[in-house]
């Protein structure tokens, strides 16, 4: 019912930037908290950053100063916009977003996540 695709991963130089952004799609009835995860080869899912239906935003201390998140709530989507980039960010970046969605007559609530962009940061 619901789907995310990310886009915007890339081949960057250290000290350059990219931004990515995810759109959800579906019978969405609200989003509630959206967020950026990354997994680096041979590590565990983190969380990068996240961003409430408020727009209250939330980092990992590794990107902070580093990386932006923001959202555009007419377009069901988020963005993160990584600039100063590092080598050690380089990982698959999975968009995240709890959302509020309709199925026939009834509304049920769910976790959804995206199928990944890699992102690789050359030294």
């Known amino acids: 019912q619901v789907q995310l695709v990310e886009s915007g991963g890339d081949l960057v130089q250290a000290g350059g930037s990219l931004r990515l952004s995810c759109a959800a799609s579906?019978?969405?009835?609200?989003?509630?908290?959206m967020g950026w995860y990354r997994q680096a080869p041979g590590k565990q899912r983190e969380l990068v950053a996240s961003?409430?239906?408020?727009?209250?935003?939330n980092y990992a201390d590794s990107v902070k100063g580093r990386f932006t998140i923001s959202r555009d709530n007419a377009k069901n989507t988020v963005y993160l916009q990584m600039s100063s980039l590092k080598p050690e960010d380089t990982a698959i970046y999975y968009c995240?977003?709890?959302?509020?969605?309709?199925?026939?007559?009834?509304?049920?609530?769910?976790?959804?996540w995206g199928q990944g962009t890699r992102v690789t940061v050359s030294s």
């Open positions: 995240n977003a709890g959302v509020a969605y309709y199925s026939g007559t009834h509304g049920y609530t769910g976790e959804y």
């Open positions: 961003i409430t239906s408020g727009s209250s935003t």
């Open positions: 579906g019978s969405i009835l609200s989003i509630n908290h």
